[in-house]
């Protein structure tokens, strides 16, 4: 079970820290991920983290936005910095388990920036 943080919103050019809850060990994943989707639109990757610890980012976000764990405190982390207007969109948690293959889903949060 993957549980969202709250709804936010910010000014251009702000931070916002996202934090997803997991039920699980984070150890138990093989990837961690952060996507997002605007209405009418495709779901798209955000960032990505392996179990190796490698990291993926959309262009859009290289440079502004980081992903992160917390083994001890079973956290999925998207650290966002110099926010823009289109990064507007309701922000998804995702993992796949690595032992069933299966993935699963956070609830969504919106993330509003806006002046």
């Known amino acids: 079970q993957l549980v969202d943080s709250g709804d936010h919103s910010v000014r251009p050019g702000g931070s916002l820290r996202l934090s997803c809850t997991t039920s699980?060990?984070?150890?138990?994943?093989?990837?961690m991920a952060w996507y997002r989707q605007n209405s009418g639109d495709e779901r798209e990757l955000v960032a990505m983290?392996?179990?190796?610890?490698?990291?993926t980012y959309a262009d859009s976000v290289k440079g502004r936005f980081t992903i992160s764990a917390d083994l001890m405190k079973k956290t999925i982390d998207l650290e966002m910095n110099s926010l823009k207007a289109e990064d507007t969109a309701v922000y998804y948690c995702?993992?796949?388990?690595?032992?069933?293959?299966?993935?699963?889903w956070g609830q969504g949060t919106q993330v509003t920036v806006s002046p």
């Open positions: 995702n993992v796949q388990h690595r032992a069933t293959q299966r993935e699963y």
């Open positions: 699980e060990s984070i150890l138990a994943f093989a990837h």
């Open positions: 983290m392996t179990r190796d610890g490698s990291e």
